[in-house]
């Protein structure tokens, strides 16, 4: 058995508008909850195991939410922040009671894939330093990056706290005074990629991380928007950290 909760904020979870649109529905009668003709929208009803159909169409809820979003520049990896829009800002109404949350962190400047959920055991799972958990990034990187620098990083680089680092994968996409590349890491200290590159005496001018375990960052998504994971890809998430 769940936890009680109001009829109307589970439906509002569920996306069927306002608390006040959902009165609304109640009013014309078109909410019924066990068989029968809800009245009042603040009722307490338990979301796992009270039938509940609108309109005469039987509802699923769901417990967890798991989003895949293209994280634009300039926005917070966090849930709340006073100064800075945070990516739970750019999510809409519906998904703001499900406390959701960003696994891990990008920097304010870096884009891209960025899961956000309210399972915090997957959450824990994916970030577990000892799972190990690929990541691949995207960056442009001022300088001439080397086959010297492929293999510093396929050896681990002494970052500037003197940690070394896991072995990483670096792969050349474009060799310039403005080189880009892609890199594989298994870890998630804190600015990696950035401090890596420091390490090898060049800057990351630009980042984007395009895949998490073998979950890609989705191509149709424009910066700033999501979509849910759809089941392949919550599969491949977990399994993932179930064969570690
Ligand atoms: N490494 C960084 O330096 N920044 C990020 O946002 C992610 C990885």
Known sequence: MGKKQRLDKVLANLGYGTRKEVKKLVKQGKIVVDGIKAVDSGMHIDPETSVIEVDGERLYYREFIYIMMNKPAGVISATLDN??????????????????FPVG?????????????NDGELAHMLLSPKNQVPKIYYAIVDGV???KDVMAFNEGVILDDGYKTLPAKLKILKQGNRSEVEIEIYEGKFHQIKRMFDAVGKKVKYLRRISIANVKLDENLKSGEFRELNQEELDMLYEYVKRQ
């Open 105 to 117: 962190r990008l920097d304010i400047d870096t884009e891209g894939l960025l899961i956000i959920t």
């Open 83 to 100: 100064r800075y829009e945070t990516v739970i800002d750019l999510l809409p109404d519906e998904y703001k009671t499900f406390n959701l």
């Open 145 to 147: 990056v080397t086959e």
